[in-house]
């Protein structure tokens, strides 16, 4: 299979999760500041998730910029990924409408984890595939940011049940820490046209 039809198909369900959670959005009921206030977690909730996942579709833009060759296992690895970013509607829903309470962000929190862990499981699928010496395999290293953030959300998840403040706290934090732009691809790719 061409990368490019990998990349499309994963770009097109992207794009349908953005458009799920901007559909989730109600418009308020009434003319005033109180009316805003009112659905206030829930656009923050969709501010979160979007930027969420618009660091998911960079940085999977980026990963599959080293893909040479797409084998089954980088196809199914791909849409194990996918999955995980298909509940982010939900869980963005979800937690929106309960004013974050503590099982919807516990679960959105294990979402987060999941996802993490898949786009973990992508990337060490495309590296057996193309090999220790491979763009991606330089690129990443040890993956510490990865690693971190995988750490972080499984911390996250329980703590989502007693503190639940901190629990968001990480949540945006890891969302910081991605937002800044993971370059170590990008410069890899670079050197090795």
Avoid: C
Avoid at 104 to 110: D, E, K, L
């Amino acid at each position: 299979m061409n990368k490019n039809r990998l990349e499309a198909f994963s770009d097109g369900v992207i794009a349908i999760i953005i458009t799920i959670m901007v559909l989730e959005l109600k418009i308020p009921h009434g003319d005033n500041l109180q009316s805003l206030l009112n659905i206030a977690p829930k656009f923050i909730s969709y501010i979160i998730s979007f930027v969420y996942i618009a660091i998911y579709w960079n940085n999977h833009h980026h990963l599959l910029h080293t893909v040479k060759k797409v084998s089954g296992s980088i196809l199914w690895a791909n849409v194990h990924l996918l999955f995980w970013l298909s509940l982010i509607p939900f869980v963005t829903a979800w937690a929106g409408e309960n004013n974050f309470s503590e099982l919807p962000v516990a679960t959105y929190t294990f979402i987060l984890f999941m996802a993490a862990v898949a786009y973990f499981i992508l990337s060490k699928t495309i590296i057996n595939v193309h090999g220790e010496d491979s763009i991606l395999s330089s690129a990443i290293g040890k993956d510490i940011k990865g690693i971190v953030s995988v750490i972080a959300y499984g911390i996250s998840i329980p703590l989502s049940f007693f503190f639940k403040s901190a629990s968001i706290t990480i949540i945006v934090l890891i969302a910081i820490l991605w937002l800044i732009p993971d370059r170590r691809i990008e410069k890899t790719i670079n050197k090795n046209p």
